[in-house]
T-cell receptor, first 114, second 113 residues
Framework: DAGVIQSPRHEVTEMGQEVTLRCKPI?????LFWYRQTMMRGLELLIY????????DSGMPEDRFSAKMPNASFSTLKIQPSEPRDSAVYFC????????????FGSGTRLTVV | AQSVTQPDIHITVSEGASLELRCNYS??????LFWYVQSPGQGLQLLLK??????LVQGIKGFEAEFKRSQSSFNLRKPSVHWSDAAEYFC???????????FGAGTRLTVKP
């Protein structure tokens, strides 16, 4: 298995632009998570899906952030419009059964908003 | 409030020396506990996990962790550190039947030659 695949690995964009981050979970994993990592706040859960349905989006910072999972093999995290304070590393993770196996993380997308 | 605390931000050890990274949790009931390692520019890799049973858990790369309920701790250990162990280590907790895994702030490990 190729693991959790995220793209792009790095993204540099100008303030005000739309940014879309992509994630392909491990095949068969029913859970998908989006995390954000910053020096100040560490790892924060933004949103997670179970069977393609958003279950908890209470960690999404504000309306500029949105996430979708149109099918079991693909999810996007969109920021529109982007701001410099959105600069962070965004991780996607997936799991078959979190309580039994924990999560498998992707390599992350480093986002820089200038 | 549920939380995971890693008291040490940065630890430096000599290659070949033993290592212990501390982790404390604050939950109403014992959560599931995990240790992850993150190398620079990489994602988080699971080292080991504790759900129940034997309180000494073996993981990959020669790591082990001991769960101590009385101290609400889950410390990570390695008898002899290798230079390749230099990385950031995260302790995490997951409440039963809940999918919000909480992470500690991380401990950065530096290995001296």
């Amino acid at each position: 298995d190729a693991g959790v695949i995220q793209s792009p690995r790095h993204e540099v964009t100008e303030m005000g632009q739309e940014v879309t981050l992509r994630c392909k979970p491990i095949s068969g994993h029913d859970y998908l998570f989006w995390y954000r990592q910053t020096m100040m706040r560490g790892l924060e859960l933004l949103i997670y899906f179970n069977n393609n349905v958003p279950i908890d989006d209470s960690g999404m910072p504000e309306d500029r952030f949105s996430a979708k999972m149109p099918n079991a093999s693909f999810s996007t995290l969109k920021i529109q419009p982007s701001e410099p304070r959105d600069s962070a590393v965004y991780f996607c993770a997936s799991s078959l059964r979190p309580n039994d196996y924990g999560y498998t993380f992707g390599s992350g997308t480093r986002l820089t908003v200038v | 409030a549920q939380s995971v605390t890693q008291p040490d931000i940065h630890i430096t050890v000599s290659e070949g020396a033993s290592l212990e990274l501390r982790c404390n949790y604050s939950y109403g009931a014992t959560p599931y506990l995990f240790w992850y390692v993150q190398s620079p520019g990489q994602g988080l890799q699971l080292l080991l996990k504790y759900f129940s049973g034997d309180t000494l858990v073996q993981g990959i790369k020669g790591f082990e962790a001991e769960f101590k309920r009385s101290q609400s701790s889950f410390n990570l250990r390695k008898p002899s550190v290798h230079w390749s162990d230099a990385a950031e280590y995260f302790c995490a907790a997951l409440k039963y039947n809940n999918n919000d895994m909480r992470f500690g702030a991380g401990t950065r490990l530096t290995v001296k030659p």
